[in-house]
Nanobody, 127 residues
């Protein structure tokens, strides 16, 4: 059973930076899983933030975070990262990491395609 645990996050003022991490366990081979970050604000649908292919060579970003957020992964440590810069109040949400088995270099941003999910971690940006 794959388990995902997010850490980091917290509160920051607008214009600041934060990073979140996701530690994965239960993998047989981490390089068979693509991973992604999603977020959900109260009253809103879950939104794709960033995704990364199983080898890390392909990334995808939601339009609202392009140029500000960077996704990366360390397959040796089974950790997924999200570096968030130039944060604004609109980035306030619960952030979730997710994983699924992938057989290509794609990095999907559709939450319906992911099987494994973390519990989420809060990111709050004040103006």
């Amino acid at each position: 059973q794959v388990q995902l645990v997010e850490s980091g996050g917290g509160s920051v003022q607008a214009g600041g930076s934060l990073s979140v991490s996701c530690a994965a366990s239960g993998y047989i081979y981490s390089t068979t899983y693509c991973m992604a970050w999603f977020r959900q604000a109260p009253g809103k649908q879950r939104e794709g933030v960033a995704a990364i292919s199983r080898g890390g060579g392909t990334t995808a970003y939601g339009d609202s975070v392009k140029g500000r957020f960077t996704v990366s992964r360390d397959n040796g440590k089974n950790i997924l990262y999200l570096q968030m810069n130039s944060l604004g109040p609109e980035d306030t949400a619960m952030y979730f990491c997710a994983a699924r088995v992938c057989f290509t270099t794609q990095a999907p941003l559709n939450p319906n395609e992911y099987k494994y999910w973390g519990q989420g971690i809060q990111v709050t940006v004040s103006s």
